[in-house]
């Protein structure tokens, strides 16, 4: 298990039925939504066509809005290794494709938002994670830190602990001026 499934799980937080209860309903605005993950799409343009290759792309959740038969793609970005450049090349292919996907998401960890400006420069809708993560150490002690390195245990200064899962997960919007990207 990883920081990442456990946000996704979070952001779907599926019901006993599997039905999306999460920020996910927030995002796209509507509870009445069917989800896939890690669904594989693929997309030909122009040079595509002429080289007879195809685009493979994988968002982390896709969303179809029962009502309104919108598609939204969600790429989650975590904090570990974390990488701007490969993360914005990801989600300018499911923009491109919009055939698939009318409304591209980018869920970018809080310590990274000062690079969320980027992405809504770009045209993309942005949100922000934060999360406590939940270790646990060989002698029994939970320990908590949002921090992406393992702590030490305080009980017995071990730094085997083990990934456990998240708490206190707050996904919210980004806030800009879109004036002031305009002017």
């Not at 599926?14 to 896939?36: E, R």
């Not at 996907?101 to 770009?122: C, G, M, N, T």
């Not at 305080?154 to 004036?179: N, W």
């Amino acid at each position: 298990m990883t920081i990442h499934d456990e946000l996704v799980l979070k952001l779907v937080e599926p019901d006993k039925w599997g039905k999306a209860t999460g920020y996910v309903v927030t995002i796209v605005g509507s509870g009445n939504i069917q989800y896939m993950l890690e669904e594989s799409f693929y997309w030909r343009g122009h040079y595509e066509a002429v080289m007879k290759t195809y685009v493979k792309m994988t968002p982390d959740v896709v969303v179809t809005n029962s009502s309104s038969g919108k598609i939204t793609a969600i790429e989650l970005e975590s904090d570990i290794n974390w990488d701007f450049a490969h993360s914005l090349r990801q989600i300018k292919k499911y923009k491109r494709n919009s055939k698939n996907f009318q409304d591209v998401v980018v869920i970018v960890p809080k310590k990274y938002e000062r690079f969320a400006i980027l992405y809504a420069s770009q045209g993309f809708r942005v949100y922000l994670w934060k999360a406590t993560r939940i270790w646990e150490c060989r002698c029994g002690k939970s320990v908590e830190s949002e921090r992406t390195t393992k702590p030490k245990c305080p009980s017995c200064s071990s730094s085997e602990l083990e990934f456990e899962g998240v708490k206190d997960v707050q996904f919210t919007p980004f806030e800009y001026a879109i004036d002031k990207m305009v002017g």
